[in-house]
């Protein structure tokens, strides 16, 4: 049962206490639970955490209907009589907000576990070692902060004045709009754009930099970005934004391109410019805690400036992906529970992300990018689903695979998918690095025929024969 807070008597003190009760803080929790601290939970509120509530679980609830309306539109295609799909915003919404409830009960039991202390109210330094929660003052042996993030705001001249959606606030739109304007072309952005443009809306998605998903390699954007084209969404990149005006139904947004000024025109606006931290109002000046560039600044055991306080998750903008801050939170938990034991750091070898457009992306360890810039040698081979069995049986012929190995060795480096059911490929690859295995590895192990998955061995056996030249 959830402890009132106004039974809280003032100096109470617990071994660890989080500060957050989503993913990343659930999961420090947890573990410092497992590992026989009395932990105490302080989140203000609504309980859930940003991936049931706002994120990961109602957008994949979302984007699953527009999936099926897109295949319902190729009936033809596959010999089949044609159907006629028209989207309902409101019913879809429903579906989601009945999954996103069902998520959100489970997570609340969870928080709600005897064996914690859940304070339901904001939390607020008042030094390193102690915070106020409602009229109580707590002290604790160690803090873990993880209290997410919020949507970036961005000045944009005119944008507020004209109105616009952001990530989380478009979730619960139950009018689809004519058209929509997309600010930004990361996964948020490029997930919902293409969401909207399937249940009939005319969409135009603007991005500064050269090629979509530009934090990628070029030609995971370039791939994703003839997709989208092919399905009627208007690409714009390179797009410096200027102003925002707006008069009745009608929002323009106004960019620098290519030397001059032009405007893009839409019913609707969605803001997706990424997301910051939320630090406002909990005071990290009198904790001590450094802060740079509006993120709480970790080492690799998660430790902020003070080395009993611990940041995980969207809050120190490391790497803000759900399975990332659940490690997180487990190992600053860890180490928050083992003083004076051997510290516990994040492996990065293995950060993965997923984007769940049509074709998928999903990305492991090294890229070419990145090797380049650092001057790590490799050798990187790729290989097309427009020449894959099962891909063509199924009608999924956009993307490829690439694998990036060690020269001397095959020893796997990373991996790029872009293709169908990329975010579930990508698995097999994890597995490999996991393991430190090699192309060859690949090529050893027996892969059902004919399989999405045997796509990867064909790089593989690429990447052998370079290795014995």
Request: aromatic fraction near 6%; charged fraction near 20%; charge should be negative.
């Amino acid at each position: 049962m959830m402890k009132s807070q106004s039974r809280v008597s003032r100096g109470k003190t617990h071994d660890v206490i989080v500060i957050g009760g989503g993913s990343a803080g659930y999961a420090a929790a947890r573990t410092a639970r497992d590992a026989g601290a009395d932990v105490a939970i302080v989140d203000q509120g609504p309980l859930g955490g940003l991936c049931i509530l706002r994120g990961c679980m109602p957008t994949k609830a979302i984007l699953r209907s527009a999936e099926v309306a897109a295949f319902l539109r190729r009936a033809k295609e596959f010999g089949l009589a044609p159907v006629s799909a028209h989207a309902d915003l409101a019913a879809i919404v429903d579906r989601k907000d009945r999954l996103v409830r069902e998520f959100a009960d489970y997570r609340i039991q969870q928080l709600q576990d005897p064996k914690f202390t859940l304070y339901q109210s904001r939390a607020v330094f008042l030094s390193p070692h102690e915070i106020t929660v409602g009229g109580a003052v707590l002290s604790a042996g160690s803090f873990i902060l993880a209290t997410g993030s919020r949507p970036s705001e961005v000045p944009i001249p005119g944008l507020a004045q004209a109105g616009y959606f952001t990530s989380d606030t478009i979730l619960d739109l139950r009018t689809q709009p004519d058209s929509l304007i997309v600010l930004g072309g990361g996964a948020v952005a490029l997930e919902l754009g293409q969401f909207f443009a399937r249940l009939g809306t005319k969409v135009t998605i603007l991005q500064r930099g050269c090629t979509l998903l530009s934090e990628m390699d070029e030609d995971i954007g370039r791939a994703l970005e003839a997709a989208l084209i092919e399905e009627g969404i208007k690409i714009v990149t390179g797009a410096q934004w200027l102003r925002t005006t707006h008069e009745a139904k009608r929002k323009t947004v106004w960019v620098m391109k290519d030397g001059r000024e032009q405007p893009y025109v839409g019913e609707e606006i969605l803001q997706a410019l990424g997301r910051q931290p939320n630090i406002e109002g909990l005071h990290l000046d009198l904790a001590g805690v450094t802060v740079e560039g509006g993120r709480i600044v970790v080492d690799g055991a998660m430790r902020t400036s003070q080395e009993h306080i611990y940041a995980v998750g969207d809050v120190n903008d490391v790497t803000p992906i759900v399975h990332l801050a659940i490690q997180q939170g487990e190992i600053a938990a860890y180490n928050a529970t083992h003083p004076g034991g051997p510290v516990k750091e994040l492996d990065h070898r293995l950060d993965a992300e997923v984007v769940f457009t049509d074709p998928q992306v999903a990305v492991l360890g090294l890229n070419e990018t990145r090797a380049k810039a650092d001057k790590i040698p490799y050798l990187a081979t790729s290989y097309p689903f427009a020449d894959h069995g099962k891909a063509l049986c199924l009608g999924t012929l956009q993307g490829f695979v690439k694998l990036l190995a060690a020269p001397q060795t095959g020893h796997i480096l990373g991996a790029q998918i872009v293709g169908p059911e990329a975010g579930e490929l990508i698995h097999e690859l994890i597995a490999i690095m996991y393991y430190h295995g090699t192309a060859a590895d690949l090529l050893r192990m027996p892969h059902y025929h004919p399989t999405l998955a045997e796509i990867v061995t064909y790089p593989a056996e690429s990447i052998v024969e370079r290795l014995s030249v």
